[in-house]
């Protein structure tokens, strides 16, 4: 009997196995998690007047990473000069900017600013020139539009990304393409508009108003409407069925089998 | 251990009897658990015949037999109790059953929540109705029933020597009567004459497709025809495609509703900056990781298709100009002629030569110069 | 009493013209042994009929055709788009058929249940042994009804033409077109031209409910028509031998059990079809070919397929101006070959390794086949990495892991995994075989603590009852045909089969198969039960210079 052999025996040998085990696991899984860093490009340019509060609370918020004058970081934060407000209130109305730390992609959180600051913000930053401005409500108003071609447009254009249901997909490297379930018809509006940090631009020309309006009330009917099938088990598709079908159904029968094939007990009359 | 061979059990086996006729014992009943060894032949076989009288016996009594089952459960308490949940079950299982026909006339679909309630009622009742039905029939079967455990003895699947011995005379006796073996030259035509009827099904089924020919190499793109954006028709300039990091759905012109052709022929077209595209020059010869001068203002024009198996290689991440193949995550550079960088695709997506028209609008120059989609037997490495 | 009307009455009338009464009798007295594991099988029966029945009632809805039509139905989100009429009669089964989408429900799940019973009871075949003679003919009728099944599914979640399906589609047909020198002959002939054409729905249609049906009918009756014929199998217990069947008869006992289980099946797929929508075809959309969703899948059992395709390389050969696509046919082809060839020749392997060429109606114990138990996990690990990988983009996203990654670690999980698999399952269950062993020579701890004189504390124990003794208890080996021993001069001569290069390859696999923790404290892997390492006195398979098969020396 080696001296390991022997140790293999003692009681807090099970324990141990079961820490290393953990830790090795922990450490893959955070190993191969990446958190990535983020995109960087864009000239030096800097902005002249405007919006004294925007600038004010741009200087506070968001210089640390894009530039005193919004020219962008290289490797930290790309350049704002000529995104546009529309980019703006997208970023900060998703909560996706200020950004806490770098990330290969900043996720959907609770918004940092209220809505007046933003369109301060945002009202600096299309004075530093160009870019989309915000949308009116009339603009984003589906309305009336027709869900049925926004179907077929969102299939086509946006649904290898963002999944037929709007649940989101992966993308390489860590990035990911979110969940449409939050979005509002602005936002929407907004992010096909600016191409927010990997997603494609599609600018009014190529996708015109009244298409986005179709869009947007695809997305917006498409999640708000019930599962008559039952509970959704996330839209995520056959995966999900799947282990239902296993875990839930099998294990059903099993359980069904168990009890009837059980060996009979005799009662006390027996 | 045994050979297989030796399957015989305690009692003799004839050829040709079922097991009813083996012998074996009966064990004593003990308490609850009774085994008895099937085929014991039981005392007596009618339970009407009348007996024989003998001194003394009174006539007209039936002589009575061992039943093969015990007819009562063991435990006659539980089982009064057991009943009464089977009842139970069975009950709602019926009333679940009418309410399934009353769910299928109350509820009305023909709306997204009507359909969720009538599924909802239908399947609940049906799920009730058949679940009581099992419960109540497991409780009956385990609680209800007298337990039994019985012995039943397998016969040895090799027949005996005499059965085998007596098929095979039987066997050769008839192949020598059929005279088969006897005389070649029917054999020999017989089998001859098999041969087509065997391949005919096979060639009748050579019309369920016309032979593919050169049709894979080629799609529905011609010099002149316009790029169209998918959904809306309608054609594009250069001017209107012009932000930066910008892609779409192109189809060619006359062929939008044509399954056949968009499953070679769908485009995206995708807009860089100056400066982000590695294109072919003089001195750098297309070798498939360049972008051929068949641009406009730095609108690139790719197959949607992927070489890999055929699904649209569809996802652009704006950021790393890559091009995500969903299905199997085939990826490929955009700015490099779209060169495969990851994944199981063997070629770049093929790019559509491309140009502008009289009124400004972007048009494809010729066919693509090399099949697209996925590989085949028949396909060098280019057209 | 109306049993003996009944009897008398329709019995009679049915035994005049069929002579009924004695096969009948011997049906009603069949033996059936309990265990339930022995159900799963029946899950799949009763799936089947569920199948058949909602199969039925969908097949009066359902229109097979790709024709073009615009959607003018109840589902308003989809009011004006071209779409099939198979997907447009689809929404119309779900939003404008009374009980139309439960059916599509229950069809589905069933389907679904009906694939991993198959499964379940194809593991509990193969690690009992159950394959084994007589039986070799079912195991290969089974295999053929697995790959029906997987068929099946296929062909009949791509009836209703949607996104999802329809990618799956064009994948099958970027496979079958990838084939050497046949392939595009193949992708023409099956879809009437090119891709997608008009007449692939029709044609799946039509084996989907007339063709492989009809396979699947003849193919189970064969299937339980053998099982009855040689009884099923029994796991050890008391009492039990390779000669008897113990358990209840068929009436009433077995048909009330296994009629219970068909209401548990049926209730089982109505109610997860009430409560958890699957294939919601209404959220997909129609199918267009240059149309993809992000976390695209087939359904569960052709994920491995799907994940092999993730997985390869990019590895093509082209040759004098023809394409070899390995990076396509190689994922297609080699591991459902490898799976399916394997299953199907193991029976005959394991006896041409093992030498046993005894009937078998006794199952084993996993852990008396270590090899058998640790190769059929190392398949499991096996396709568990492939499927894995199939859902990989979905793993990515909801754990936050990078793509890429998945998929690197994935080609390098699929050869390592199943023999990691292979080596932890063999010594877990050499280390339960000691276990028995242990229970053997010491007992079963009673839970009674009792204080020796000296003041040692013992935990009583008891000797193995009958019904325990039955169930350890370990068929031995057949030992493999010794041959001529050496003698004065002349060479050992090793038995026919085992000669040559071939049967030293045999006696060294049978060495690694029949290792075994020996029940009498000698055996084949040298240790006694002092647990060091000794030559033995013992050896099952003495080859080389074997004399008879028992108490040869060691040289």
Request: proline residues 7%; charged residues 15%; contains cysteine.
């Amino acid at each position: 009997m080696t001296p390991m052999t022997a140790r293999r025996r003692r009681p807090a040998a099970g324990y141990a196995v079961v820490l290393l085990g953990l830790l090795i696991a922990g450490a893959g899984y955070a190993a191969i998690t990446e958190a990535g860093s983020a995109s960087a490009t864009g000239p030096n340019i800097a902005a002249s007047a405007q919006v004294s509060q925007g600038r004010a609370i741009f200087l506070e918020e968001c210089a640390t990473c894009h530039g005193q004058f919004a020219q962008g970081v290289p490797g930290v934060a790309p350049s704002l000069i000529g995104v546009g407000a529309a980019a703006v209130d997208f970023q900060v109305s998703t909560g996706r900017m200020p950004a806490k730390e770098p990330a290969a992609q900043q996720p959907r959180k609770s918004p940092q600013l209220t809505p007046p600051q933003i369109k301060a913000l945002a009202a600096y930053i299309a004075s530093l020139g160009g870019g989309p401005p915000v949308p009116t409500s009339g603009q984003v108003n589906a309305h009336g539009a027709n869900a049925g071609f926004g179907q077929q447009l969102f299939t086509a254009d946006c649904a290898q990304c963002h999944n037929f249901d709007g649940a989101g997909g992966a993308l390489t490297y860590g990035k990911y393409a979110p969940p449409l379930t939050k979005a509002t018809p602005t936002q929407i509006w907004e992010a096909m508009l600016t191409g927010p940090e990997a997603m494609p631009v599609f600018n009014n020309t190529t996708i015109t108003p009244q298409q986005k309006r179709d869009i947007i009330a695809y997305i917006t009917q498409t999640r708000s409407e019930p599962n008559p099938g039952g509970f959704s088990l996330g839209r995520v598709g056959p995966v999900t069925e799947g282990l239902v079908a296993f875990l839930g159904l099998l294990l059903f029968m099993v359980l069904a089998a168990m009890w009837i094939t059980a060996k009979h007990r005799k009662t006390p009359n027996e | 251990m045994s050979d297989s061979t030796a399957g015989h059990g305690p009692g003799e086996h004839e050829p040709g009897h079922d097991l009813a006729a083996g012998g074996g014992e009966t064990q004593a009943a003990e308490g609850a658990a009774r085994r008895r060894v099937i085929g014991t032949p039981s005392p007596a076989r009618s339970r009407m015949l009348l007996a024989e009288t003998a001194a003394g016996s009174t006539a007209g009594l039936p002589e009575v037999r061992e039943p093969e089952l015990p007819a009562d459960p063991q435990d006659m308490d539980d089982a009064k109790r057991a009943e009464r949940i089977v009842a139970a079950c069975f009950v709602l299982a019926m009333l679940a059953g009418f309410g399934f026909i009353a769910a299928y006339l109350i509820f009305q679909v023909h709306t997204v929540t009507g359909t969720w309630h009538s599924n909802l009622a239908l399947g609940l009742t049906m799920g009730l109705s058949f679940g009581f039905m099992g419960i109540g029939a497991t409780i009956w079967v385990r609680r209800v029933m007298p337990h039994v455990d019985q012995v039943e003895m397998r016969h040895p699947l090799r027949s005996d020597p005499e059965a085998r011995e007596a098929f095979a005379e039987t066997f050769a006796d008839g192949t020598a009567a059929s005279q088969f073996v006897k005389r070649p030259i029917l054999r020999r035509t017989l089998i001859a004459a098999t041969v087509p009827v065997a391949v005919a099904p096979i060639v009748l089924l050579r019309d369920l497709g016309p032979l593919p020919g050169t049709v894979l190499d080629h799609t529905v793109w011609r010099k002149g025809m316009r790029l169209l954006t998918y959904g809306a028709n309608t054609p594009i300039r250069p001017a209107d495609f012009s932000s930066p990091g910008g892609m779409i759905t192109v189809v060619p012109d006359g062929f939008q509703d044509d399954f056949n052709a968009l499953a070679k022929a769908a485009v995206i077209i995708i807009k860089f900056a100056p400066g982000e595209v590695v294109y072919t020059t003089r001195s750098a010869p297309a070798d498939g990781f360049t972008v051929q001068n068949w641009t406009v203002d730095n609108i690139v024009a790719y197959s949607k298709i992927c070489p890999h198996v055929g699904c649209p290689a569809a996802l652009y991440e704006q950021t790393t100009h890559h091009i995500l193949c969903p299905c199997h995550q085939s990826t490929f550079d955009a700015t490099r002629g779209a060169k495969v960088i990851f994944g199981p695709a063997t070629r770049p997506l093929p790019q559509l030569p491309m140009t502008v028209d009289a009124e400004g609008f972007l048009v494809a120059k010729s066919d693509f110069t090399e099949p697209v989609g996925p590989s085949f037997w028949e396909r060098g490495n280019s057209s | 009493m109306s049993i003996d009307k009944a009897l008398s009455g329709t019995g009679g009338w049915l035994d005049d013209r069929f002579h009924g009464a004695k096969g009948i009798r011997t049906f009603f007295r069949k033996i059936f042994p309990d265990h339930w594991t022995f159900m799963l099988g029946e899950i799949a029966l009763y799936t089947f009929v569920i199948l058949l029945l909602t199969g039925t009632f969908l097949a009066l809805f359902f229109k097979p055709s790709m024709g073009d039509v615009v959607y003018h139905g109840s589902y308003l989100k989809l009011h004006g788009v071209h779409m099939s009429e198979a997907y447009a009669s689809t929404l119309n089964i779900s939003f404008d058929v009374r009980g139309g989408l439960l059916m599509r429900q229950i069809h589905h799940w069933a389907a679904d249940l009906f694939v991993a019973a198959i499964f379940a009871h194809m593991i509990r075949i193969f690690f009992v042994g159950a394959y084994r003679k007589p039986r070799e003919v079912n195991w290969l009728i089974g295999i053929v009804l697995f790959t029906l099944a997987l068929l099946e599914g296929l062909f009949g979640y791509s009836l209703p033409d949607d996104l999802l399906s329809g990618a799956g589609l064009r994948i099958t047909q970027g496979v079958l077109q990838s084939i050497p020198v046949v392939g595009t002959y193949l992708s023409f002939f099956l879809f009437g031209g090119e891709y997608p054409g008009t007449d692939i729905i029709p044609r799946m249609y039509i084996l989907h409910v007339l063709l492989i049906p009809g396979l699947f009918l003849a193919l189970i009756g064969a299937h339980l028509f053998i099982m009855f014929h040689q009884k099923h199998t029994q796991m050890p217990g008391k009492g039990v031998t390779n000669e008897n069947v113990i358990g209840a008869p068929m009436f009433p006992y077995f048909m009330a059990k296994t009629g219970a289980f068909f209401f548990f099946t049926f209730a089982a797929t109505a109610l997860a079809s009430t409560f958890a929508q699957i294939n919601p075809i209404w959220l997909y959309g129609p199918y267009n070919p240059l149309a993809i969703s992000a976390g695209s899948q087939p359904d569960f059992y052709m994920g491995f397929l799907e994940g092999s395709l993730r997985m390869m390389p990019a590895w093509q050969w082209v040759v004098f101006g023809h394409t070899f696509a390995f990076n396509v046919f190689i994922p297609a082809l080699v591991p459902l070959g490898i799976v399916m060839t394997g299953a199907a020749l193991w029976p005959f392997i394991e006896q041409w390794v093992t030498g046993d060429k005894r009937e078998h109606h006794v199952n084993d114990r996993p852990r008396n086949a270590p090899t058998r138990t640790a190769l059929g996990m190392a398949m499991i690990a096996f396709y568990g990495v492939l499927w894995l990988e199939g859902a990989n983009d979905v793993l990515a996203d909801h754990f936050d892991v990078p793509l890429y990654t998945i998929t690197e670690i994935a080609r390098v999980a699929v050869f390592a995994v199943p023999i990691v698999a292979y080596i932890v399952t063999k010594r877990i269950c050499l280390g339960l075989q000691r276990q028995d062993v242990h229970l053997l020579e010491h007992g079963v701890e009673m839970g009674i603590i009792r204080q020796l004189p000296n003041g040692e504390f013992i935990e009583e124990t008891r000797p193995l009852d009958e019904e325990e003794l039955a169930k350890i208890a370990r068929p031995e080996p057949v030992a493999l045909p010794a041959g001529q021993s050496a003698a004065d001069g002349e060479e050992a001569v090793p038995a026919p089969g085992m000669r040559g290069g071939l049967g030293r390859v045999k006696a060294r696999l049978n060495k690694i198969v029949t290792e075994s923790v020996p029940m009498n404290g000698h055996g084949t892997n040298g240790h006694g039960p002092n647990g060091h390492g000794e030559p033995t006195e013992h050896e099952p398979a003495a080859i080389s210079a074997g004399s008879d098969d028992s108490g040869s020396e060691r040289h």
